[in-house]
């Protein structure tokens, strides 16, 4: 082998070990810190991590009905469920637990008694299609400060009493 053809392929194989310890070695870590710090793929963008309870990047998502979304209270399961605009999301116990300020909202699709500012849940667990402007421009945003804050674990799943309202 001629010189040239010796140092050209001295040449080619660091080029090949650069790039094994760039990209491969890189991409291996890169998915190990995405893996164990709750990195959720498509929401990378999220920076507001101080409310995030825990990181749910392996919890498969699924859905709930109101009877699975309930045993989510807080009182039958330390983990507490909210749903709003049927997305559900796993909230803060420091509001949501037994004894806390909104309690009532805990384990319930909670959508109209956020829009309608009602502290109780008798308007929970129903759609929130008949409320007004007003009281839809709450409750987006009780969905925005979700988003920001809180992860989703899943959606909602309605049944048929879910669309018996404003009759
Ligand atoms: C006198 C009336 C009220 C006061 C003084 C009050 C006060 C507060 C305070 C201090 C926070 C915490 C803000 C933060 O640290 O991020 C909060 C959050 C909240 N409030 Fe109220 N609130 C009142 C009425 C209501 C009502 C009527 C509702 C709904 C029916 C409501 C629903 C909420 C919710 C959902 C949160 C968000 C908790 C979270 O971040 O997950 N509040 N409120």
Request: aromatic fraction near 12%; charge should be neutral; proline fraction near 4%.
């Amino acid at each position: 082998m001629s010189k040239v053809a010796v140092s050209v392929s001295a040449l080619a194989a660091l080029l090949s070990l650069a790039y094994y310890l760039l990209e491969v070695k890189g991409y291996k870590k890169n998915v190990r810190r995405a893996l164990t710090s709750g990195d959720e793929g498509g929401k990378r963008g999220h920076t507001h991590k101080k409310g995030t309870i825990r990181p749910v990047a392996r919890q498969q998502q699924k859905g709930y009905t109101k009877e699975d979304l309930a045993q989510y209270d807080g009182v039958q399961n330390p983990q507490i469920l909210i749903s709003l605009k049927r997305k559900v999301y796993e909230v803060d116990p420091h509001f949501y637990g037994p004894g806390q300020h909104y309690h009532c909202f805990a384990g319930r699709e909670a959508s109209r008694p956020l829009a309608k500012s009602q502290l109780n849940d008798a308007e929970a667990n129903k759609y929130w299609v008949d409320c007004t402007d007003e009281e839809l421009e709450t409750l987006d945003e009780y969905v925005e400060l979700f988003d920001s804050k809180y992860p989703v674990v899943g959606w909602f799943i309605p049944s048929e009493d879910f669309f018996n309202v404003g009759k």
